[in-house]
C-alpha cells in the first residue's frame, strides 16, 4: 500500500515541478515591478502569462510520459516551446504580423 502512494507522489513531483517554475518565472516581473517603473505588468498580464506558462508546461510533461520515440517527443516538445515563445513575442510586442490571417 506505500508503494502505491509514494508512486502517486513521484507522478506528482512533475506536475509541482511545473507549478513551482512557473511561480519562479513570474516573480521576475514582478521584481521587476518593484524596481523599475518600466515593467507595467496588471493581474491579467500574471493570470495569462501564469496559464501560458503552466500550459506548456504541463503539456510537456504529458508528451515526456505518453510519447515513447524520443524523435517524436524531442520535435513535440520544441514545438511547444516555440509555440509558447511565439505567443509571447506576440503578446509582448507584437513583432509577429497577424494581419494577413485577419481577413482584412
Known sequence: ???????????NKDIISVFAATA???????????VDSDVDWSISDFLLMGTLISGTGLLIVLVARKVKNTTHRGALIL???AALFLTWVHLAV????TAPF???
Open 79 to 81: 514545438a511547444l516551446l
Open 94 to 97: 507584437g513583432i509577429v504580423d
Open 1 to 11: 500500500m506505500k508503494s502505491k502512494n509514494n508512486n502517486i507522489v513521484i507522478k
Open 102 to 104: 485577419a481577413g482584412s
Open 24 to 34: 519562479g518565472i513570474l516573480m521576475l516581473p514582478l521584481i521587476g515591478i518593484q
